[in-house]
């Protein structure tokens, strides 16, 4: 098997699993008991959140475990709306192409008054921060701009979006969900006020992520109970997961360098012959993107095809076409960056790490090639297009 | 359980009757790109029976299989046989669709009238089914 969707969730890592089994052989008790077994639960929470906090320059005192990125991205918005409306305001910033744990919770907002604009975003899959600029009001309460896209990788410029928030006293959140642990973050000199986290896009334990909410920002409670992350987040701390997340999240800052070379040198591989397709574009800006991203669109065929041959041949991927999001539309992302329906429908998303060699990238570009080659053949869209009948949408 | 039965993977895998057929005596498409689904279906009628049949289909991988499975279903049929095909025939003989998918089926009953319905106005023939 070769596995190319680390963007959906990665293996974990052989350290993560050790610090999760030692912590349930050795420190299971409840962190919140007052003798000394459960005190050292409590140390080992402690440490972990101390280790996370270290990744991302934040204090200790200001990560917030969570059962994942969705929900702090839930509990990120919902808190700055609640302090917006004390306020008196009620206008929100964000992006078009957002997560839809941002999507989703910015409409249940809106249908409780507040006012959304999402910001376009451009062909190249980048905000600016003017932009950000731009559209903030007398009465915004809040930017939430995603760090890093989860389909097309484009990286955002957040310091520079961070730095006109935080002077015109706008909250900024980011979902970095798919940045943390690929990308270097720091909350303090990237401006950063809010910023959400899920430990198994870097090889910790599905179901743990934080929420980083900078010193004096109240948060509100999404789940009531007892008296856990300060009163802000009920329910007995899923200590093994945040273990192997604080472990992951470590392992992946220190080597973060090394991997990253070694992954870009096979993302760009993985581009050059892909390239080669013709009619075929790469979704995002070429560079400024994840190292491990590669998200491209193949005309006349439909990506959910292309996903089920790719299997047979072992290859996990993962597409935006509607067939593979359960609804009509093909992805939000992909008509968000101006790539027509038809187009949307043949993408393909392939999500690389350091576990993965040229051998197999010289598979995936083979079989990419083979299998587009063949849904080509079958299609009376792509025999349209070659007989002149219908134009052609990409070169 | 899988997305797909393995009738739909078979089909899907290995289509039946894919490709097209010159001078078709009759040719239906329905379905548009911005949907992400078209099917073509190519027939060669003899004495109102379908002597061939062939079809072309952008789409997902139930689209595909559902245009197979329904072009076997019609082959060697009278036409008056053919057009009591229905949706739900052929997903019951690829041993179901999900819910999601079932438009595929549609197309594939759809299509196919629509190639019969261009036999009937090419021959100037009444299209009466």
């Not at chain 1, 990286?155 to 798919?178: M, N, S, W, Y």
């Not at chain 1, 856990?228 to 999240?249: D, S």
Request: charged share 25%; hydrophobic share 40%.
């Amino acid at each position: 098997m070769i596995y190319a969707d680390n963007a959906a969730t990665t293996k974990m890592s052989r350290s993560a699993i050790n610090a999760m089994l030692s912590c349930m052989e050795n420190f299971w008790g409840n962190p919140s008991s007052l003798y000394d077994f459960g005190q050292k639960a409590a140390e080992n929470l402690n440490r972990a959140r101390e280790i996370i906090a270290n990744c991302i320059g934040a204090n200790s005192s200001e990560i917030y475990f969570t059962s994942g990125g969705s929900e702090a991205d839930n509990q990120a918005l919902i808190s700055a709306a609640a302090i917006g409306e004390k306020h008196g305001k009620r206008h929100i910033i964000s992006t078009a192409f957002e997560h839809h744990a941002i999507l989703h919770t910015l409409k249940k907002l809106e249908r409780k008054g507040f006012e959304i604009e999402l910001l376009d975003v451009h062909e190249d899959g980048i905000i600016s921060p003017q932009q950000v600029g731009e559209a903030i009001r007398e009465d915004t309460c809040l930017v939430t701009v995603m760090f890093a896209n989860n389909e097309i990788g484009t990286v955002q410029p957040i310091e520079e979006i961070g730095k006109i928030c935080r002077a015109k006293k706008v909250l900024f959140h980011t979902d970095a969900v798919q940045a943390a642990g690929h990308l270097p973050i720091n909350v303090q000199t990237q401006n950063i006020d809010m910023l959400s986290i899920s430990a198994h896009k870097f090889h910790g334990a599905k179901g743990t992520g934080i929420l980083y909410a900078r010193k004096g920002i109240p948060l509100t409670n999404l789940i009531e109970g007892g008296a856990q992350e300060k009163g802000k987040r009920a329910g007995t701390e899923n200590l093994p997961a945040v273990m192997a997340m604080a472990t992951a999240l470590k392992d992946a800052c220190d080597n973060m360098t090394d991997n990253n070379a070694k992954i870009l040198a096979l993302r760009e591989k993985l581009i050059d012959g892909l390239a080669k397709i013709p009619h075929s574009t790469l979704n995002g800006d070429r560079n400024n993107r994840l190292p491990g991203n590669v998200s491209f669109c193949f005309e006349g065929i439909e990506g959910e095809s292309l996903l089920l041959l790719l299997d047979d041949k072992g290859i996990c991927a993962s597409s935006g076409s509607a067939c593979t999001s359960g609804s009509l539309d093909p992805s939000h992302v992909l008509l968000a960056i101006g790539r027509p329906h038809e187009i949307a429908h043949g993408s393909l998303r392939l999500t690389i790490d350091e576990n993965n060699t040229a051998e197999e990238i010289d598979c995936i570009i083979k079989s990419v090639g083979e299998v587009v080659e063949y849904l080509r053949s079958i299609s009376p869209l792509w025999k349209d297009k070659i007989s002149g009948k219908r134009e052609f949408i990409l070169s | 359980m899988a997305l797909y039965s393995q009738k739909v993977m078979d089909h899907f895998r290995h289509p039946r009757n894919v490709g097209s057929i010159e001078n078709a005596d009759g040719i239906g498409e329905v379905g548009n790109g911005k949907c992400g689904d078209i099917m073509r279906m190519y027939l060669k009628i003899d004495n109102d029976i379908i002597s061939d049949v062939k079809f072309e289909t952008f789409g997902c991988g139930s689209a595909i299989a559902s245009s197979s499975m329904a072009t076997e279903m019609i082959k060697g049929k009278p036409l008056a046989e053919v057009m009591k095909l229905t949706n739900k025939a052929v997903t019951e003989a690829l041993d179901g669709l999900p819910t999601h998918k079932l438009h595929c089926s549609v197309l594939a009953e759809e299509a196919i009238r629509a190639a019969v319905q261009d036999y009937c106005s090419k021959n100037n023939l009444e299209y009466n089914f």
